[in-house]
């Protein structure tokens, strides 16, 4: 009984000791969950049967589940990514960027984009922290913008390697730039050009209520409706559908006049042979299509405003140097103030201000 009890607790401390040993980590787990990261593949793929039996088969290793990267891996990874980003951005002057939009459950996610001022050639650009705020304002994007910096410079922020601060044009995002500067004294705060250019393209927008109407309607004609579709398709073969522009996705709305200026006779046709009785749209869209003063404001869009939204696309371009992002913009403004008042009284002018901010003055 004595030997039979002994042989029990060794054997129970040994088990004990087992289970209270902290468990080490597989190399080929870390890699694994570090390459679907940088990917961009979410780990939850790994539960797909299909793909689960490729990577053993070609691997010959067992493959964990998503829970187990996840609780066990993920922070290993993320760790060495930030460790990664300091090592680069050590002694390095740096601009930063925030920029806040809606998720699908309609939070605020501010997102901070940092990157090294080279010269005569881009730097290294690193996606530095991401956050849900409470509220989108000012007050909340100094304070996004000092935790950022912490997790950079843990030690201490380098306020002076913070050289240029960029954001979109939205007042709070102008006033969160007034009260950094306080701080940073040697950084300069600048709107986004795409982003003016985009403000001046909704103000062209505004003075055509006739062509907006137009895309409006010719935009619901066609939706999730496959006789017309295919009514369209059969018209006009050779021409893709009518755009969908999407007011948030900048200069689709005068992409989508150019296209009706393009193929306005085309377009005439079609709209004018639908049934006037299915829809209000189409009623609406035929009504348009019958007033004269339509083509010569699709005209007059064409001429004159027509190369904003290529140009907000060029502004886009990863990689732009300077000199060409203030041809673009000064290519713009001088096609602007060319314009002709022949339709309505109303020109645009593109000002830059000493903050490089675009506004739209209608004269």
């Known amino acids: 009984m004595v030997l039979t009890a002994k042989i029990y607790k060794t054997e129970k401390s040994k088990n004990q000791s087992l289970l209270t040993q902290p468990s080490r980590k597989c190399t080929f787990n870390?890699?694994?969950?570090?390459?679907?990261?940088s990917a961009n593949i979410p780990l939850n793929k790994l539960s797909n049967d299909c793909f689960r039996n490729f990577l053993e088969k070609y691997t010959n290793k067992n493959i964990p589940v998503e829970s187990t990267l996840r609780k066990s891996y993920v922070a290993q990874c993320y760790?060495?990514?930030i460790n990664n980003i300091k090592k680069y951005c050590e002694n390095?002057?740096?601009w930063i960027s925030i920029d806040e939009t809606t998720d699908v459950e309609g939070r605020y996610i501010a997102n901070v984009i940092i990157g090294m001022l080279e010269?005569?050639?881009?730097g290294k650009i690193f996606l530095l922290h991401t956050e849900a705020l409470e509220k989108a304002n000012h007050t909340s994007i100094a304070k996004l913008l000092d935790k950022a910096l912490h997790l950079l410079w843990p030690r201490g922020i380098k306020y002076d390697n913070i050289l240029l601060f960029l954001s979109d044009a939205a007042p709070y995002m102008v006033k969160a730039g007034k009260g950094i500067k306080i701080m940073y004294s040697k950084m300069e705060?600048?709107?986004?050009?795409a982003h003016g250019l985009h403000r001046v393209a909704e103000e062209v927008r505004k003075y055509f209520p006739k062509v907006d109407q137009l895309i409006s309607n010719?935009?619901?004609?066609?939706?999730k409706c496959p006789a017309r579709i295919q009514f369209f398709r059969e018209k006009a073969p050779n021409i893709s559908l009518p755009p969908q522009p999407v007011l948030t996705r900048w200069g689709t709305w005068l992409s989508a006049a150019n296209y009706y200026c393009e193929h306005y006779e085309t377009l005439k046709e079609i709209i004018l042979g639908l049934n006037r009785e299915d829809s209000i749209s189409i009623?609406?869209?035929q009504d348009l299509m019958e007033d004269c003063?339509?083509?010569s404001d699709l005209i007059y869009i064409y001429s004159n405003f027509g190369t904003l939204s290529d140009s907000i696309t060029k502004l886009e371009t990863f990689g732009l140097s300077l000199q060409h992002s203030i041809k673009i913009v000064q290519n713009v403004e001088n096609k602007i103030q060319q314009a002709e008042n022949r339709v309505i009284n109303f020109r645009a002018l593109v000002i830059t201000n000493p903050k490089n901010c675009l506004k739209v003055v209608p004269i």
Do not use: S
């Open 30 to 37: 870390y890699d694994l969950c570090q390459a679907l990261l």
């Open 79 to 81: 760790e060495e990514t």
């Open 92 to 94: 390095q002057k740096l």
């Open 119 to 122: 010269i005569g050639c881009p």
């Open 189 to 193: 705060h600048v709107t986004c050009l």
């Open 218 to 223: 010719v935009k619901k004609i066609f939706l």
């Open 283 to 285: 009623e609406k869209a």
């Open 293 to 295: 003063d339509l083509k």
